[in-house]
């Protein structure tokens, strides 16, 4: 009797020696996360598809190995995702204003059409694993967090859970909800402000410009006709150099110090006046939020910390869940729009009235 209670004791004290254990190494990964949104969970997957994150960053591992431009690319998905409309993989739809098929496209919001294949392709060995459980919109969530942190960045777990949207990205909705790089920062305070966040938000997401390209017409208006006198001159003139006149087609990075590094040296570029759009440059200069810079430019921790918050927060904007939406079958069609979803449906009905 006594030894089978020792062992019990034993056995208990082993298991929480054990949680103990694990929840140490969950606690270094985010620090403190803003509060999650009603549907949304920690373990969404855990059951359902266990091996859905080990898979999609060992993949994305080999995709960046490859070309380490694709990280920005994907990155920057999750962010015109969420903001527009809400992350409901309603960017990812064909017709959507930036969406895969570019058709209706708006050229200086044209994001990257490797990443909408990466994303499927993700999608496709995900569902491969686990059958069509994982929405669109939580693997893009997924691949952005994964491009921070095999670039340089935090790590940190992303609340699951997010269903995809029926309805596509309009034009309208697109340019109501992206601000333009010539925005100034009151601008896009006052923006950001209608989605909940504070200059420190602002200040932290505007962060990911630490790695990625950017195409001159995103901000040529700051060197033709006249040049803006905000911008460092040597930095003015190589930036000239790239793109020879206002309508240039070729790109350049928006870290000069480490384009693919995912670290706080965009903050560095600000505060030598280094920033490539107006609406990364003018954040140094109001003076709202200016001291926020500094503070990311002296201490990347400080900046992992506060960007790790701020893209929790924008990766639960609006999102759909629980009987909402739907889980795409293609990222890039909703399922009833689905060829091959419908053909599968028609077949499974012409068996049923044979039977
Ligand atoms: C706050 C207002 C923002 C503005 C005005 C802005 C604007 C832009 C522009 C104009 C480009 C270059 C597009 C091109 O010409 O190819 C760009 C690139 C990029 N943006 Fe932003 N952005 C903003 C916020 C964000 C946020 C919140 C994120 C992510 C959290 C983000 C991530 C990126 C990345 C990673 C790239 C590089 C993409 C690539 O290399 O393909 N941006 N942004
Ligand atoms: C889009 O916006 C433009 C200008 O603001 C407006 O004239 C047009 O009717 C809108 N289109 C739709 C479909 O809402
Ligand atoms: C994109 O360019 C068009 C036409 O030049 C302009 O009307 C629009 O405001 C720009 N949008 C952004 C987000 O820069
Ligand atoms: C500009 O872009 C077009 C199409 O994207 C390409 O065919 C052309 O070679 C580019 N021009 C220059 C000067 O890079
Ligand atoms: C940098 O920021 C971290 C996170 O907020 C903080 O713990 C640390 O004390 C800061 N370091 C310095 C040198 O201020
Ligand atoms: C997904 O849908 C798009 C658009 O209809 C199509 O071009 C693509 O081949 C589909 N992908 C797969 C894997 O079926």
New binding site residues.
Partial sequence: MASRFNSLTSLLSLISCLFLFLSYFHGTKAQSTPPIVKGLSWSFYDSSCPKLESIVRKQLQKVFKDDIGQAAGLLRLHFHDCFVQGCDGSVLL?GSASG??EKQAIPNLTLRLEAFKII?DLR?RVHKDCGRVVSCSDITALAARDAVYLTGGPDYDVPLGRRDGLSFATQNATLANLVPPSASANTILTSLATKNFDATDVVALSGAHTIGISHCTSFTDRLYPNQDPTMDKTFANNLKNVCPTKDSNSTTVTDIRSPNKFDNKYYVDLMNRQGLFTSDQDLYTNSRTRGIITSFAVNETLFFERFVIAMIKMGQLNVLTGTTGEIR?????RNS????LSSVVEEELTVLSQL
Avoid at 329 to 333: E, G
Avoid at 337 to 340: A, G, T
Wanted: contains cysteine; glycine residues 0%; charged residues 30%.
């Fill in positions: 064909d895969p098929s499927d496709r079958a293609n990222c890039s069609v729009d689905n060829s091959f």
